[in-house]
């Protein structure tokens, strides 16, 4: 049985820092592309952050560039997203997602797998 779980998030003052955990099992990991999604109300899910499967390329969408990063510990099974200087527009529900033998960015109709997803919430 497949399980991405999401762990992180929270709410955090505009300008504050989260860190998002999404750890995998019942999966080969390290041959899994991983990615963070978020979905805002209203608005269509969007990929954040992805890491390719060796972990040697990562895609960014340009509204995180230079604030977000994303890391894989593939001795953990586990996926990171480290966001900094948060906005009040970075509020959403986080989802961890793992695309078979991605290089870097995937769409969300290419996940083969989803995590529940984590509330981050940010204040102004």
């Known amino acids: 049985q497949v399980q991405l779980v999401e762990s992180g998030g929270g709410v955090v003052q505009a300008g504050g820092s989260l860190r998002l955990s999404c750890a995998a099992s019942?999966?080969?990991?390290?041959?899994?592309?991983m990615g963070w999604f978020r979905q805002a109300p209203g608005k269509e899910r969007e990929l954040a952050a992805a890491?390719?499967?060796?972990?040697?390329?990562?895609t960014y969408a340009d509204a995180v560039k230079g604030r977000f990063t994303i890391s894989r510990d593939n001795a953990k099974n586990t996926v990171y997203l480290q966001m900094n200087s948060l906005k009040p527009e970075d509020t959403a529900v986080y989802y961890c997602?793992?695309?078979?033998?991605?290089?870097?960015?995937?769409?969300?109709?290419?996940?083969?797998?989803w995590g529940q997803g984590t509330q981050v919430t940010v204040s102004s």
């Open positions: 019942g999966v080969t990991f390290r041959t899994y592309g």
């Open positions: 890491i390719g499967w060796s972990g040697g390329r990562t």
């Open positions: 997602a793992a695309d078979l033998y991605a290089s870097s960015s995937f769409t969300a109709r290419q996940v083969d797998y």
